[in-house]
T-cell receptor, first 114, second 116 residues
Framework: DAGVTQSPTHLIKTRGQQVTLRCSPI?????VSWYQQVLGQGPQFIFQ???????GRGNFPDRFSARQFPNYSSELNVNALLLGDSALYLC?????????????FGQGTRLTVV | AQKVTQAQTEISVVEKEDVTLDCVYE???????LFWYKQPPSGELVFLIR??????QNEISGRYSWNFQKSTSSFNFTITASQVVDSAVYFC?????????????FGKGITLSVRP
């Protein structure tokens, strides 16, 4: 069975541009969460979606947005990129929206903003 | 607010040594989950263990064991007879019991290097 897949794996963007990152959860999983991991730090929660509805939002500016599609895949959009947005963006999928279910992570998208 | 502190930043051991990774957490919740994840160079976070706040029984799973003490808000993780393949960054994380979402709060991670 395929795990959590994220695309692209690497991305280089210029300040001020916009970027879209994609995530496909494990088959049967209905919840997707997004995390930002800056070099040398632990992942920080950005969003969670469950059954296409936003279930949680971390402390990130409105430049960050996300959505979940009927097939439970998800996109994370970041507008007006800043140098500080350079990070590894991780997607996690789980069966349900609560912590009672284990979260499985993808290998991430490494975004570099120059 | 929830917080996870991993005071150790880097640990280096020789293969076959035992190594303990420390984790201290803060939460106002009375029920919660604690996790350990491993992040190899490939970047993917690999789930290792999960405990709920009701269960302080310490267990051993293969070469892994953990020590959960609510009195000191600690959730330490031990690898017995370490191997080179154990080299990775290890994260401790905390989450609500079963809230509206499954947000994980991570520590800063501990880089473990196991030398042959």
């Amino acid at each position: 069975d395929a795990g959590v897949t994220q695309s692209p794996t690497h991305l280089i963007k210029t300040r001020g541009q916009q970027v879209t990152l994609r995530c496909s959860p494990i088959s049967g999983h209905k919840s997707v969460s997004w995390y930002q991991q800056v070099l040398g730090q632990g992942p920080q929660f950005i969003f969670q979606y469950y059954e296409k509805e936003e279930r949680g939002r971390g402390n990130f500016p409105d430049r960050f947005s996300a959505r979940q599609f009927p097939n439970y895949s998800s996109e994370l959009n970041v507008n007006a990129l800043l140098l500080g947005d350079s990070a590894l963006y991780l997607c996690a999928s789980s069966l349900r929206g609560s912590t009672a279910t284990e979260a499985f992570f993808g290998q991430g998208t490494r975004l570099t903003v120059v | 607010a929830q917080k996870v502190t991993q005071a150790q930043t880097e640990i280096s051991v020789v293969e076959k040594e035992d190594v303990t990774l420390d984790c201290v957490y803060e939460t106002r919740d009375t029920t919660y989950y604690l996790f350990w994840y491993k992040q190899p160079p490939s970047g993917e976070l690999v789930f290792l263990i999960r405990r709920n706040s009701f269960d302080e029984q310490n267990e051993i799973s293969g070469r892994y064991s953990w020590n959960f003490q609510k009195s000191t808000s600690s959730f330490n993780f031990t690898i017995t007879a370490s191997q080179v393949v154990d080299s990775a960054v290890y994260f401790c994380a905390l989450s609500e019991w079963a809230g509206a979402n499954s947000k994980l709060t991570f520590g800063k991670g501990i880089t473990l290097s196991v030398r042959p």
